[in-house]
């Protein structure tokens, strides 16, 4: 079945630091694959997305690019801020008729201090 | 409303009994969905709704969970005889179509003691 694996946290990175999560998957046919944030308190938030290989998704800063080959979706940013403090979860959907459905990694506590 | 709404946030219940968890999607969302987050995981996918039907329900772990949408609106998971390892967070998304691009909420703390 499908799976993903993304880098045990905690992260702890001082503010303007350069970010990367690791995340890696296995999955039959072609998934898309995302990003998702949860701030403290709050509910899951889509982040970014890509939905072939050699796409990038993109937003607040944020990159990640699908890479088939190494069945890979790391996500980086150049220079943290303190209110990127949050859970990070990598996902995949299933492909073809069930594409609804969402495997997630464990997720990623980042922690930026001033 | 301008989000889902979960509610209750937080529910505590004594092993055996009876919960009701009520989930309001986003007006006009027709997909609805349920996961489950254990402490320290993933959310994982429980059911799928498209509009009033349960689409997929592979997801539920037994038959002691089950999930109703009668008006395909307002969706309420159930779970009867709750055991200690129900104890987990309870999400519930939507979106206006099938597709993984949807909307959570900030989901349901269940602690069964």
């Known amino acids: 079945g499908n799976s993903v694996t993304q880098m045990e946290g905690p992260v702890t990175l001082s503010e303007e630091a350069f970010l990367t999560i690791n995340c890696t998957y296995t999955?039959?046919?072609?998934?898309?694959l995302f990003w998702y944030v949860q701030y403290p308190g709050e509910g899951l938030q889509l982040l970014l997305k890509?939905?072939?290989?050699?796409d990038k998704g993109s937003n607040k800063g944020f990159e990640a690019t699908y890479r088939k080959e190494t069945t890979s979706f790391h996500l980086e940013k150049g220079s943290v801020q303190v209110s990127d403090s949050a859970v990070y979860f990598c996902?995949?959907?299933?492909?073809?008729?069930?594409?609804?459905?969402?495997?997630f990694g464990k997720g990623t506590l980042l922690t930026v201090n001033p | 409303g301008a989000g889902v709404s979960q509610t209750p946030s937080n529910k505590v219940t004594e092993k055996g009994k009876y919960v009701e968890l009520r989930c309001d999607p986003i007006?006009?969302?027709?997909?609805l969905y349920w996961y489950r987050q254990s402490l320290g995981q993933g959310p994982e996918f429980l059911i799928y709704?498209?509009?009033?039907?349960?689409?997929?329900d592979s997801g539920l772990p037994n038959d002691r969970f089950f999930a109703v949408r009668p008006e395909g609106s307002v969706s309420t998971l159930k779970i009867q005889r709750t055991e200690r390892g129900d104890s987990a967070v309870y999400l519930c998304?939507?979106?206006?179509?099938?597709?993984?691009?949807?909307?959570f909420g900030s989901g349901t703390r269940l602690t069964v003691v």
């Open positions: 890509a939905t072939k290989a050699d």
């Open positions: 996902a995949l959907s299933d492909s073809g008729g069930s594409n609804y459905k969402l495997t």
């Open positions: 007006s006009g969302h027709t997909a």
């Open positions: 998304a939507s979106s206006s179509g099938q597709g993984p691009g949807y909307t």
């Open positions: 709704f498209q509009g009033t039907g349960a689409a997929d």
């Open positions: 999955a039959t046919g072609y998934p898309s």
